[in-house]
């Protein structure tokens, strides 16, 4: 250790900043957290009070094909600098790190003594530099507890086909990759390890662990993460180029709950990627959506229809005054396709204004539905082929969900962009639902832009020009879409896949909103796709309503111009004033506790003015005999009174050490508790 370095550390160990000793830089974060660096084996421990978290963490690079590895590096000192930002104040250390004929080393950390987690980098620098793959933390060992309870959590990269959170028991040979952020729990404690990426606009980042038993295993965050099954990829991870190539900023913490650490990652996400989109600071958005039902029989006559049943049907039905009639797909019905006379589709958002309503209208920009008819079509708005706009890959092009991807970068993906906003903002419309976004996030061969190596750049470019065409003039409402990258870039994200009116369609849900709730931090509001009362039983109908209350909004999908059950169940359920108020809030709530393998949670709650409120599910076929201890949701005295919001239970119910009751067969309570 050089004289200068001896002195930084000597200032720092009297100001309680840090403590060199040695070969061993101590740096504190938090209450009671400590990263110890070893500057000779260019290896770091993660501490939680006592408890070792992270054991001999490394750092490894990638320059063209050589990988290279922080322990193979001589430490060649570290530097101290004050930071102020989004987290408040704080310090950066980064830690140099040099060998001869390769590039030099960067290991980052960024520390907060208000926060229990803090933030790492890894850079290289050098000439000509090429990588798809940094890994700033590869840990020898991780350990949540020592209880055989440990489990692990997969969270997809997006919402698309259908895929699920789940969980798997941490075990010798379990090996589980994560997408963006990866969690290792302890079920019984709710103890866990938290880490994943708050940058989403260069790398994909992936979270691996590997059990080597029950209690411990390998971990490793990873930019540059591609996987077919879960990026939708084709490719691997495009390279970035240069003469510093860094990583995502990683976000670390051990939490006594890690429901509360994902809440804290979630809201990490939004202080440091910032969004791009302008705040929605009106209220929590209540409305309606043609793909429910109507889907592709939409027309003016049954939109109209509909805007005026909730006109004059439904007025208990709104927030602020205000509820959205939005047109999904198909629209177009109105106009004779996309190149058409808007004048009838003007007309329906001039009809929903009259009545006190908002239009709302849909388009998915990154997508070719049409390829199979060929590329020599020409794109809206300009004399681009098709072909010309088709993201390349493998000599073939990148094709899921049955569309075909354009390129974001193209001119002719952004002069179509411009032709059909334009002529939605002609139309008067005040909110959109985009969709299949993560279409503009795959890798590709080549951009037409060459400065765009990865898909998440090419995702910023695409989505950050669509935002700015907007201007400001609509509510946006993402559909399927990345999970984490899109927060900078809508005020709503649907939560999961396509849902309908089934009690599957709720449970699939709700699997999502169990172990992805905390993107409620991430935007404005998450959501839980159109609600369809249909003619299902009333039962099926409270859980489908309770599983958006739950998940933040509320968007209904029935055919409201044609006269049917779902009119009845409509009028009562809609207008209910104590489940509207819940839906008023717009925070997802939390599950107590967590799922198991796919499934959901059947108890999610949520402390809000002076009241908690406990939504209990009934996934199964028969009546199920529910005791919810007090306790295990945070209620600490012994006696409270609840009142069921549905009446399925009666009323009032009376706690006593816990919370017990019958529940029917594929239902839904929702219990309001004062506290």
């Not at 770091?44 to 006592?50: I, K, N």
């Not at 390890?193 to 790398?203: D, F, I, R």
């Not at 509320?554 to 009028?571: E, N, R, V, Y």
Request: with cysteine.
């Amino acid at each position: 250790m050089n004289g200068f370095s001896r002195l930084i550390c000597f200032l720092f160990a009297l100001l309680q900043v840090a403590v060199c000793s040695g070969k061993q830089i101590i740096i504190p974060f938090g209450s009671e957290g400590k990263i110890v660096y070893h500057s000779e084996s260019g290896l770091y421990d993660v501490m939680a009070g006592d408890n070792k978290v992270i054991s001999s963490a490394r750092g490894a690079a990638k320059n063209g094909g050589l990988l290279l590895n922080s322990t193979d590096y001589m430490y060649a000192g570290h530097r101290l600098t004050n930071i102020t930002d989004g987290f408040g104040r704080g310090l950066k250390y980064v830690f140099n790190l040099r060998r001869d004929g390769q590039p030099d080393m960067e290991q980052v950390f960024y520390v907060y003594p208000g926060h229990d987690y803090f933030f790492t980098e890894l850079a290289i620098r050098g000439k000509r530099l090429v990588s798809n793959y940094l890994s700033p933390i590869q840990a020898g060992t991780v350990q949540v507890s020592a209880s055989a309870g440990n489990k692990v959590l997969f969270v997809p990269f997006d919402n698309d086909a259908f895929v699920r959170y789940h969980t798997e028991a941490l075990r010798r040979g379990l090996t589980k990759m994560s997408s963006e952020v990866g969690v290792i729990f302890d079920d019984r404690s709710r103890a866990g390890l938290v880490a994943g990426s708050v940058a989403h606009t260069e790398w994909k980042t992936g979270v691996k662990t590997a059990g080597l038993n029950d209690k411990q295993a390998q971990f490793e965050v990873t930019a540059g993460y591609t996987n077919p099954q879960v990026t939708r990829d084709q490719l691997e991870h495009g390279s970035l180029t240069g003469s510093v190539i860094r990583s995502p900023r990683i976000f670390v913490g051990y939490f006594d709950d890690w429901r509360v650490g994902m809440e804290a990652y979630g809201k990490a996400n939004r202080i440091h990627e910032k969004p791009f989109v302008f705040n929605w600071d009106k209220p929590v958005p209540f409305g309606w959506n043609s793909w429910g039902v109507i889907q592709t029989k939409l027309s003016y006559e049954n939109a109209t229809g509909v805007a005026d049943y909730f006109a004059e049907e439904l007025p208990g039905f709104r927030n602020d005054h205000t509820a959205y009639i939005d047109l999904d797909s198909f629209w177009d019905n109105m106009t004779g396709g996309m190149r058409g006379d808007y004048t009838k589709l003007k007309a329906f958002a001039d009809h929903c204004k009259r009545k006190g309503l908002q239009p709302g209208v849909y388009w998915a920009p990154f997508t070719d539905w049409g390829f199979a008819s060929g590329g020599n079509r020409t794109a809206e708005g300009s004399k681009y082929r098709f072909a010309d706009m088709w993201t390349k890959v493998k000599q073939g092009y990148h094709d899921f969900d049955g569309a075909r991807a354009l390129d974001p970068t193209h001119p002719g993906t952004q002069r179509r962009i411009d032709f059909i906003v334009d002529k939605l903002k002609g139309c008067g419309f005040t909110m959109i639902k985009i969709d299949f976004l993560g279409h503009a996030a795959a890798e590709s061969d080549a951009f037409h832009d060459k400065s765009v190596t990865t898909g998440m750049q090419a995702y910023r470019i695409g989505m950050e020009y669509l935002v700015k065409r907007l201007d400001g003039q609509m509510l946006i409402y993402a559909a399927i879409s990345p999970s984490m990258a899109t927060g900078r870039y809508a005020h709503i994200r649907r939560i999961a896949c396509d849902a309908w009116k089934s009690m599957k369609d709720t449970e699939y849900t709700l699997n999502s909103v169990t172990y992805g709730w905390w993107q409620t931090y991430v935007y404005n509001f998450i959501d839980a796709d159109h609600v369809v009362f249909g003619d299902e039983a009333e039962g099926v109908n409270r859980a489908r309503l309770a599983s958006a209350l739950v998940t933040g909004t509320l968007i209904t999908g029935d055919d409201f111009a044609s006269p049917g059950k779902w009119d009845l169940t409509a009028k009562k359920l809609l207008q209910n004033s104590e489940l509207l108020d819940i839906a008023r809030h717009g925070v997802a709530f939390r599950p107590e506790p967590a799922g198991s393998a796919d499934g959901a949670a059947e108890v999610f709650t949520s402390k809000r003015n002076g009241y908690m409120y406990v939504a209990v599910f009934n996934y199964t076929g028969k009546v199920k005999r529910v005791v919810i201890p007090l306790g295990d949701i945070g209620l600490k005295r012994d006696r409270y009174e609840a009142e069921p919001l549905f009446g399925v239970v009666a009323s009032p119910l009376k706690a006593s050490g816990r919370l017990e009751f019958a529940l029917a067969a594929s239902d839904a309570e929702i219990f309001k508790i004062k506290l």
